[in-house]
C-alpha cells in the first residue's frame, strides 16, 4: 500500500472536524477543494455517485451524508448553501467514485482506507477485556524490542566491518 507524506496526510487531516462525541466528519465544501474540485457542481455528482454506492452497500445515506445548510455571505447580503457533514466512509466512498486521473484521489484513496483500517482495530481493541487488552501491548513491546535487538545487531556489525 502507498505510504502517505506528511502533507498529503495533513491534507484531510486539517480539515476533520470532531463532534462534542468524538465522531469525526468533513464538510463536502471544503473536501471539494482538498480534493481539487474547483466547481460544486462537478463535486456534487461524485456525492450522487457515492450516495448510490453507500444505499447500495445496505449502509443509511443520512448517517453518511447528513445534509446541512451553511450561510455564506453574497455581497451585501447573505444566503444558505447546501453543505453535507461527511462521515469517514461517506469520504471514502467519494474518493472512490472521484475522478481517477486526479492524483489527489489517489491519496484520499489511500488516506481513508488507511484510516479507515486504524479505526476499526481500535474498535477491537476497545471490545477486548482488560486481560486481553494487556496480552496485546505485551505482544506489541515484544516486537517492538526484537526489532530494536535486531537493528543494534545490525549498526554494530556495520560498525565493526568499517
Request: glycine content about 6%; proline content about 2%.
Amino acid at each position: 500500500m502507498m505510504e502517505l507524506k506528511a502533507g498529503e496526510y495533513r491534507r484531510f487531516e486539517d480539515i476533520k472536524h470532531v463532534r462534542e462525541d468524538g465522531r469525526e466528519y468533513w464538510s463536502a465544501r471544503e473536501l471539494a477543494p482538498a480534493l481539487e474540485y474547483t466547481q460544486w457542481r462537478n463535486f456534487s455528482k461524485v456525492i450522487g455517485r457515492a450516495m448510490i454506492a453507500c444505499e447500495n452497500s445496505g449502509h443509511s445515506v443520512p448517517d453518511d451524508f447528513a445534509e446541512v445548510s451553511k450561510i455564506v455571505d453574497a455581497g451585501a447580503t447573505s444566503k444558505p448553501i447546501k453543505d453535507y457533514e461527511l462521515s469517514r466512509y461517506a469520504c471514502y466512498l467519494i474518493v472512490q467514485n472521484g475522478d481517477p486521473r486526479k492524483e489527489v484521489i489517489a491519496l484520499g484513496q489511500t488516506y481513508f482506507a488507511i484510516q479507515t483500517y486504524r479505526q476499526e482495530v481500535a474498535d477491537h481493541f476497545n471490545q477486548l477485556d482488560e486481560d486481553r487488552r494487556r496480552l496485546v501491548v505485551r505482544g506489541d513491546i515484544k516486537q517492538w524490542h526484537q526489532l530494536l535487538a535486531k537493528n543494534i545487531l545490525t549498526l554494530t556489525l556495520c560498525q565493526g566491518l568499517s
